[in-house]
């Protein structure tokens, strides 16, 4: 059964960037989406971009556009995402998740890492 | 932007059902999927693709989606309901999440 494994929480200042990574244990996340997806304290989830490993394209949400990175190392089934300009609405909870395709278009995210909490502190 | 909107809380009693509705517009020509998240934990995948369940998650959770509203029903309610639930919708190239419920289990 494959597992999403996130890299621990961090502490960043305003202005600065963070790069939380994503290992797929137990198997290979080749063959689908990666997305990740951040919860501010006390709020909804937020859906920040994706990224096809296999033909190594990402697409972004328009509030992250510029700001966002993810990538993605197939070599060792690892997914990044790193944000840039960091400010304090960003400190969040970051999920990364696994995305099947759904029906209609889109994904569904059946599998999710154990999420990454970024605090932005100056 | 897409908006899903959901109510912002559901109670029910234990072995009632509970509905949560998620609207948006034409959303029943869209795939709906449903989450179930509990205080410090990564949300959970409950149904999808309107009416699917994942392995391992009980028939008392169903899903319709038609016109412009998509329904989660959890019947007979237990205790261990209680959560938030989110729905969940991809709209021109961006997934989208719906503002959340939080359901009490009285």
């Known amino acids: 059964q494959v597992q999403l494994v996130q890299s621990g929480a961090e502490v960043k200042k305003p202005g600065s960037s963070v790069k939380v990574s994503c290992k797929a244990s137990g198997g290979t996340f080749s063959i689908y989406s990666i997305s990740w997806v951040r919860q501010a304290p006390g709020q909804g989830l937020e859906w920040m971009g994706r990224i096809n490993p296999i033909l190594d394209i990402s697409n972004y949400a328009q509030n992250f556009q510029g700001r966002v990175t993810i990538t993605a190392d197939r070599s060792t089934n690892t997914a990044y995402m790193e944000l840039s300009s960091l400010r304090s609405e960003d400190t969040a909870v970051y999920y990364c998740?696994?995305?099947?395709?759904?029906?209609?278009?889109?994904?569904?995210?059946?599998?999710w890492g154990q999420g990454t909490m970024i605090t932005v502190f100056s | 932007s897409y908006v899903l909107t959901q109510p912002p809380s559901v109670s029910v009693a234990p072995g009632q059902t509970a509905r949560i509705t998620c609207g948006g517009d034409?959303?029943?020509?869209?795939?709906v999927h449903w989450y179930q998240q509990k205080p410090g934990q990564a949300p959970v995948l409950v149904v999808y693709?309107?009416?699917d369940r994942p392995s391992g998650i009980p028939e008392r959770f169903s899903g319709s989606n038609s016109g412009n509203t998509a329904t989660l029903t959890i019947s007979r309610v237990e205790a261990g309901d209680e959560a938030d639930y989110y729905c969940q919708v991809w709209d021109s190239s961006s997934d989208v999440f719906g503002t959340g419920t939080k359901v009490t289990v009285l």
């Open positions: 693709d309107d009416s």
């Open positions: 998740a696994r995305g099947v395709g759904a029906t209609r278009g889109g994904d569904t995210f059946d599998i």
């Open positions: 034409n959303i029943g020509g869209k795939s």
